[in-house]
């Protein structure tokens, strides 16, 4: 019914920036929520970052002031700009939306990899 289709992810420099993208497709009313997790080696996969259909948004603890989590709705696409990156940043990071199709569903995407070298 939807599909989430990430990009942006790819090998930095400590410090520096990445910005990225998740595209909803298919077939749905409204999207309720989208947000952002991430899943280190060996770790539990975790939110990073979330916007609800209210604006409402909800950072981990270790990335604010860092990321920055935004939509585009005319386009049904979200975005989580990186900066400041450090190493323990490093992991799969996976788009997330609860849509309503009128029934209310939950969707992950295939994860993009953001690697951040010292």
């Known amino acids: 019914q939807v599909q989430l289709v990430e990009s942006g992810g790819g090998l930095v420099q400590a410090g520096g920036s990445l910005r990225l993208s998740c595209a909803a497709s298919?077939?749905?009313?409204?999207?309720?929520?989208m947000g952002w997790y991430r899943q280190g080696t060996g770790k539990v996969r975790e939110l990073v970052a979330r916007i609800a259909s209210g604006g409402s948004t909800n950072y981990a603890d270790s990335i604010k002031g860092r990321f920055t989590i935004s939509r585009d709705n005319a386009k049904n696409t979200v975005y989580l700009q990186m900066n400041s990156l450090k190493p323990e940043d490093t992991a799969v990071y996976y788009c997330?939306?609860?849509?309503?199709?009128?029934?209310?569903?939950?969707?992950w995407g295939q994860g993009t990899q953001v690697t951040v070298s010292s």
């Open positions: 997330n939306a609860v849509v309503q199709t009128p029934r209310t569903y939950e969707y």
């Open positions: 298919g077939s749905f009313f409204r999207i309720n929520a």
